[in-house]
């Protein structure tokens, strides 16, 4: 079993920053990907970024690229994701997410795992 909270969400003006934390526990796995992905109400789950823990593959969609990053704290089992320049249309519950073997296809919610409980977002106009 993994566990994975997040924090550091919260309330935000437009073009405000905040840096979300996923903290993770359990099993240690060689090859894994941890994930963001966002769901605002009425709407679908969202892909925000994902990393290959052990390599340096990096992956976003054009909705956040050059404004958000995904990075890691290998000896804290940390993940994070910097937001900048944040709009009103990113508001929504955020998740981070393992998958516990690699995917070609590391956008799409069904290739995971676990997931946390979520952290919320809003971003104020």
């Known amino acids: 079993q993994v566990h994975l909270v997040e924090s550091g969400g919260g309330l935000v003006q437009a073009w405000g920053a905040l840096r979300l934390s996923c903290t993770t526990s359990?099993?240690?796995?060689?090859?894994?990907?941890m994930g963001w992905f966002r769901q605002a109400p009425g709407k679908e789950r969202e892909f925000v970024a994902a990393?290959?823990?052990?390599?340096?593959?990096?992956y976003y969609p054009d909705s956040v690229k050059g404004r958000f990053t995904i990075s890691r704290d290998n000896a804290k089992n940390t993940l994070y994701l910097q937001m900048d320049s944040l709009k009103p249309e990113d508001t929504a519950l955020y998740y981070c997410?393992?998958?516990?073997?690699?995917?070609?296809?590391?956008?799409?919610?069904?290739?995971?795992?676990?997931w946390g409980q979520g952290t919320q977002v809003t971003v104020s106009a």
């Open positions: 997410a393992v998958r516990t073997r690699l995917t070609a296809q590391p956008s799409l919610p069904s290739r995971y795992d676990y």
């Open positions: 359990g099993r240690i796995f060689s090859d894994y990907i």
């Open positions: 990393i290959v823990w052990s390599g340096s593959s990096i």
